[in-house]
């Protein structure tokens, strides 16, 4: 059972456009965090989250948490080509206590110049 | 060392043999996760220690897949009797305590199953 899916698996645009990239469960997480991971590398953190609605900047990149901390959503503003990788989001379900991080299924970026 | 390092890098097996996957985590890391992943896809949670014991080991898929840890270091991920379908990258993670703290991951080790 995967309990945190996103939004779209694949997406391909060009630069200059801007994008949102969704990550949906209906298990409620007390944290969520995004990583970017390129080829051939492991996953590398972006942002941590923890409060419902809570809204971070990272320069051209959004993220929000949603009110009910059941979904977060991440905006790229003006993509790059340097943002192309795959995006995941990833859960804690029991407020840092001895639990493991649930990641999503990822979405594939590819920024076309 | 620095980060994550996981050995070997890249490993070709044949069917039916087996494999050992080493992991060292980023000393005074308590936490570490292994994780597998097929080509463009997200990340498939397979085992989880805090120290030396794995409170959450629900993601191993068979019980030809196993993984220690000793000394609150170094893992090691067996996978017995290799299946085709084995093949994918194994990644591993530590962290200093738990879940919600930053989690670093290494660059994986691609298993190929011929």
């Known amino acids: 059972t995967q309990l945190l899916e996103q939004s779209p698996q694949f997406l391909s645009i060009q630069e200059g456009e801007n994008l949102t990239v969704y990550c949906n469960s209906s298990?409620?997480?007390?944290?969520l965090q995004w990583y970017r991971q390129e080829p051939g590398e492991g996953p590398v953190l972006l942002v941590t989250?923890?409060?419902?609605?809570e809204v971070k900047k990272l320069k051209r990149l959004t993220f929000q948490f949603g009110d009910a901390r059941k979904d977060s959503s991440l905006h790229i503003t003006a993509a790059q080509t340097g943002d192309t990788g795959l995006y995941l989001c990833?859960?804690?379900?029991?407020?840092?206590?001895?639990?493991?991080?649930?990641f999503g299924t990822g979405t594939l970026l590819a920024v076309q110049p | 060392g620095a980060g994550v390092s996981q050995s070997p890098s890249n490993k070709v097996t044949e069917k039916g043999k087996d494999v050992e996957l080493r992991c060292d985590p980023i000393?005074?890391?308590?936490?570490l996760y292994w994780y597998r992943q097929s080509l463009g896809q997200g990340l498939e949670f397979l085992i989880y220690?805090?120290?030396?014991?794995?409170?959450?080991k629900s993601g191993l898929p068979s019980d030809r897949f196993s993984a220690e840890r000793t000394g609150g270091s170094v893992s090691t991920l067996t996978i017995q009797r290799t299946q085709q379908e084995d093949s994918a990258v194994y990644l591993c993670?530590?962290?200093?305590?738990?879940?919600?703290?930053?989690?670093?991951f290494g660059q994986g080790t691609r298993l190929t199953v011929v």
């Open positions: 993670a530590s962290s200093l305590r738990h879940s919600n703290t930053e989690a670093f």
């Open positions: 298990s409620v997480f007390s944290s």
């Open positions: 989250v923890v409060t419902g609605g």
């Open positions: 990833a859960g804690d379900q029991n407020g840092g206590a001895t639990n493991k991080l649930i």
């Open positions: 000393s005074g890391h308590t936490a």
């Open positions: 220690f805090q120290g030396n014991s794995a409170p959450d």
